[in-house]
């Protein structure tokens, strides 16, 4: 989804950009691309490896099992655009829906936005972004005072 922050007064203050329109030059120079890193402090990651050969999918030989206790490290969550960047925000635990609006969206990417006249914002398709909660755009609604959708 990418959303757009206007400067003008009079028209709304963002526009959602299709995923199928091409942006050109100057448009890209405004996009503000956000992601979350996942990182470890220990060498196990309790994922579950499989190293396999061709055809051999779902032969339960190649797979290697770890422990499945929790290790130590976190997620960041950081944006970047052209001319800035956010600070980087150190995530514990899981990322839900509530606390993707309330320790991400609403503390970090609305007042980057507004920082950023004609910005357009794009997040990926991740569970925690889609929610109707999450929607920068149903946020955005009533911050600029304007009908909710």
């Known amino acids: 989804m ?9 028209t709304p203050p963002f526009r959602v950009v299709p995923r199928t329109r091409k942006l050109d030059r100057s448009e890209w120079n405004q996009v503000v691309f956000s992601d979350e890193s996942r990182f470890n402090l220990s060498r196990d990651d309790n994922r ?7 055809g051999e999918r779902l032969n339960p030989v ?12 976190g997620m960041v969550w950081g944006a970047i655009a052209y001319y800035t960047r956010s600070p980087l925000v150190l995530i514990r635990g899981t990322v839900t829906v509530h606390r993707y609006d309330n320790d991400i969206l ?12 004609g910005a357009i914002f ?9 929610k109707r909660l999450s929607r920068l755009s149903a946020l955005l609604l009533p911050f600029f005072g304007l009908p909710d959708p």
């Not at 579950?48 to 061709?54: I, S």
């Not at 609403?106 to 006249?117: D, K, S, Y």
């Not at 794009?122 to 889609?130: C, D, G, Y």
């Open 2 to 10: 990418c959303v757009t922050l206007d400067a003008q007064p009079s």
């Open 48 to 54: 579950v490896r499989l190293w396999r050969p061709r």
């Open 62 to 73: 190649f797979a290697l099992q770890r422990h499945t206790a929790h290790t130590a490290g």
């Open 106 to 117: 609403q503390p970090h990417v609305l007042p980057h936005m507004i920082r950023l006249p």
């Open 122 to 130: 794009q997040e990926n398709k991740a569970r925690p972004h889609t």
